[in-house]
T-cell receptor
Framework: KQEVTQIPAALSVPEGENLVLNCSFT??????LQWFRQDPGKGLTSLLL?????REQTSGRLNASLDKSSGRSTLYIAASQPGDSATYLC??????????????FGKGTLLTVNP | GAGVSQSPRYKVAKRGQDVALRCDPI?????LFWYQQALGQGPEFLTY????????KSGLPSDRFFAERPEGSVSTLKIQRTQQEDSAVYLC????????????????FGPGTRLTVT
């Protein structure tokens, strides 16, 4: 059974700092990996999706990397801003098996960026 | 265009009551998913529809949970005889195409319904 772990569970940084969020998964046979942002009382906003054949994806100040063989992904946020404060969730999609449509999520990292 | 919408946004139920949660997917989206997110946890898969067919209900926690999508658009998740452990945020997601391995469509999430059972 696929398990996804996110470290740290919570992170507090001053504004302007660069930071890294970590995600690991136990079954490396994934189809893709996705990073989401969740604000309190709101749904999930997709930030970056990395296909299994890709090594990284970039969007603005965000960069996500994927090392499928070692079961790891990182989300790098440059020059953090208070508006980046949210919970960041990592989710993987299996690449094989009959239920490959399911997303398996980690518990998330609660990020607080202090002005 | 409009995203995935869910109603109600908040629901408080007394233990033993039945509740119905509604999901309006993005127009034209074939696939629809329900996830349950307990406090401090990541979302967990409940069930999957392709059009009106419920192809996977393996994540439903008990036979008190029932989901339907009779016309292949709007979906309802019903929970009978609610228990305190049912308290969670229920997220609905939709995607454009069928979820075949060869071409995986991104899932778009709604804002969720926060259910509190007292």
């Amino acid at each position: 059974k696929q398990e996804v772990t996110q470290i740290p569970a919570a992170l507090s940084v001053p504004e302007g700092e660069n930071l890294v969020l970590n995600c690991s998964f136990t079954d490396s046979a994934i189809y893709n990996l996705q990073w989401f942002r969740q604000d309190p009382g709101k749904g999930l906003t997709s930030l970056l999706l990395i296909q299994s054949s890709q090594r990284e994806q970039t969007s603005g100040r965000l960069n996500a990397s994927l090392d499928k063989s070692s079961g790891r992904s990182t989300l790098y946020i440059a020059a953090s801003q208070p508006g980046d404060s949210a919970t960041y969730l990592c989710a993987v999609r299996l690449g094989s098996g009959g239920s490959n449509y399911k997303l398996t999520f980690g518990k998330g990292t609660l990020l607080t960026v202090n002005p | 265009g409009a995203g995935v919408s869910q109603s109600p946004r908040y629901k408080v139920a007394k233990r033993g009551q039945d509740v119905a949660l509604r999901c309006d997917p993005i127009s034209g989206h074939v696939s629809l998913f329900w996830y349950q997110q307990a406090l401090g946890q990541g979302p967990e898969f409940l069930t999957y529809f392709q059009n009106e067919a419920q192809l996977d209900k393996s994540g439903l926690p008990s036979d008190r949970f029932f989901a339907e999508r009779p016309e292949g658009s709007v979906s309802t998740l019903k929970i009978q005889r609610t228990q305190q452990e049912d308290s969670a945020v229920y997220l609905c997601a939709s995607s454009l195409g069928p979820q075949r391995l060869a071409f995986a469509y991104e899932q778009y999430f709604g804002p969720g319904t926060r259910l509190t059972v007292t």
